[in-house]
């Protein structure tokens, strides 16, 4: 890909950062020299030793399933980001689980999912929307299940579908300064997937889609390839556009897939 970076420079606040699709963001921003900002519920031990330098990366721990986590994250990331620029705002955090139909699932179960999805990637992006600098980006992570639903998926299907409104209000409401868009990055090989597999069948039918499904299973590394070219080197007007970015979308792959790595991953 070569990210030729149309982002400006600045900041980069990466949400769900500890692990999966977040984490190997972050890793590859760091790798071009980015700074970042991560948040997530909790880090490996090892990840302070490995990165130190506050001016590279600050970790933020915070669950940004409740309303004062989030304020939380937030005074946490203006603190770290001090008088520096604010190039991008990345709302990946998420979470499949509790899975189960919706009678199952409590009040307390909807909100801590309406409020990880819809409420944190909202609130953080309006109150971080003064700090972005013109050019800069707001990239949600959003999935199939934003516009279709699947049974026993249901909170994780509500959520998404409400961050689709999320991603909508901010793209008509905040500066045309800023850029607002969602991407699907696929099915890829995370523990969300992994917790998609393992429920029993008798109770989740869909497990045995997902466990037949693990052959088709996107690389994180080939996915954060999409979301880097995304974030960093699509032109501010081709960024936001209305429909999400698709990393099944061909027309797009020659663009951000890296050198001699085939796209060989079925779409579902
Ligand atoms: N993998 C897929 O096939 C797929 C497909 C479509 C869309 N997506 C979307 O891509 C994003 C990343 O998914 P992934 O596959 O990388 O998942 P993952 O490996 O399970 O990682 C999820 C990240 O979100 C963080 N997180 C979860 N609950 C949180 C909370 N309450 N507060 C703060 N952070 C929280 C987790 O950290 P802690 O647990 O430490 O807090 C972790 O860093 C999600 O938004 C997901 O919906 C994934």
Redesign the pocket.
């Known amino acids: 890909m070569g990210d030729s970076e149309l982002l400006p420079p600045g900041v980069i606040v990466v949400?769900?950062?500890?692990?999966?699709?977040?984490?190997?963001l972050v890793e590859h921003l760091l790798g071009l020299g980015r700074p970042v900002i991560a948040?997530?519920?909790?880090?490996p031990e090892d990840d302070g030793a490995a990165a130190p330098d506050p001016t590279r990366l600050i970790q933020v721990e915070?669950?940004?399933?409740?309303t004062d986590?989030i304020e939380a994250?937030l005074a946490a990331i203006r603190a770290g980001l001090g008088s520096r620029p604010l190039a991008a705002l990345v709302?990946?955090?998420?979470?499949?689980t509790p899975i189960g139909p919706l009678a199952g699932h409590s009040s307390d179960d909807l909100l801590?999912a309406f409020t990880?999805?819809a409420v944190?990637p909202a609130r953080l992006s309006t109150a971080l929307a003064d700090r972005l600098v013109p050019g800069g980006r707001v990239l949600n992570?959003?999935?199939?299940?934003a516009h279709a639903t699947f049974p026993g998926l249901s909170l994780?299907c509500l959520s998404?579908h409400a961050l689709r409104s999320v991603t909508r209000s901010l793209q008509l409401e905040l500066p045309a300064t800023v850029g607002v868009a969602d991407l699907?990055?696929?099915?890829?090989?995370?523990?969300?997937?992994a917790?998609l597999r393992a429920p029993d069948p008798a109770d989740f039918p869909l497990a045995s889609f997902f466990r037949a499904n693990e052959v088709n299973?996107?690389p994180?590394d080939v996915?954060v390839a999409f979301l880097a070219w995304v974030l960093l080197a699509t032109p501010l007007d081709s960024f936001r556009r209305e429909q999400p970015w698709y990393v099944y979308d061909p027309a797009d792959q020659p663009q951000w897939l890296p050198e001699g790595v085939a796209f060989t991953y079925s779409e579902p």
Do not use: C, H, W
């Open positions: 949400t769900g950062a500890s692990r999966g699709l977040g984490r190997g948040v997530a519920r909790r880090f915070a669950d940004l399933s409740s986590g994250a709302n990946g955090a998420g979470r499949i801590a990880l999805a944190a992570l959003s999935t199939r299940s994780y998404k699907i990055p696929g099915e890829v090989d995370t523990a969300m997937q917790d299973l996107i994180t996915a």
